[in-house]
């Protein structure tokens, strides 16, 4: 969080240079964290990231979830 309150300061500063540090920080923060860069785990299930819950085995469950039927 201190690397993103960098960030809101440099803009609010102006400062490109300080900005350009800030959100390379934010970068390694999140690469460290394991937010981004290789994926670090493999189970072998298929990834349903960036897709509709209705057009994934979740549907069900999801809907049971919202109180709605299937």
């Not at 964290?33 to 994934?56: C, I, M, S, Y």
């Amino acid at each position: 969080m201190a690397a993103r309150r960098e960030v809101k300061a440099a803009m609010a500063a102006d400062d490109a240079e300080r900005l350009a540090t800030a959100r390379s920080s934010v970068n390694e923060a999140k690469v460290a964290l394991g937010e981004r860069g290789p994926v670090w785990w493999n189970d072998g299930a298929q990834d349903f990231n960036r897709h509709l819950v209705k057009n994934t085995p979740y549907r069900e469950w999801y809907e049971q979830l919202m109180g709605r039927q299937a």
